[in-house]
């Protein structure tokens, strides 16, 4: 199984595991890690921004137009921010660390 840790909002890191195919935000649910995910991965809001660690930014896929257009709504926007909801866990990403932004804009309650 692959693991991947997580960088909470108080610094502390969190390893837990994280099967294959599943994404960043549905990892982070079975964990009980502080991701909201309004609107539960169909990409219609920004809660699930996660700041990716530059040495693993690199190896996702590109994301979206759909899901830039999102980010572009996200709090504390960083080069290497993506949405959790987007980022699906393979092999080669056994070790992903991401951490979460000091806090979310959920557009969907406003």
């Known amino acids: 199984m692959a693991k991947m840790t997580f960088i909470e909002r108080d610094g502390k890191r969190r390893e837990v595991d994280a099967p294959l195919g ?5 990892i982070a649910h079975k964990h009980g890690v502080d991701i909201e995910g309004a609107c539960e ?5 920004s809660t699930c921004h996660v700041i990716v660690d530059p040495e693993w930014f690199e190896l996702l896929k590109d994301a979206s137009e759909d899901e830039e257009d999102m980010l572009d709504l ?5 080069q290497t ?9 393979t092999e080669e ?3 992903l660390t ?6 979310t804009r959920n557009m969907m309650n406003s």
Do not use: K, N
């Open 74 to 78: 996200a709090f504390g926007l960083t």
């Open 81 to 89: 921010s993506r949405l959790g909801c987007q980022i699906i866990m």
């Open 98 to 103: 991401v951490r979460l932004p000091s806090s």
């Open 41 to 45: 991965g169909s990409l219609a809001c």
């Open 93 to 95: 990403l056994d070790g």
């Open 22 to 26: 599943l994404s960043v935000l549905e």
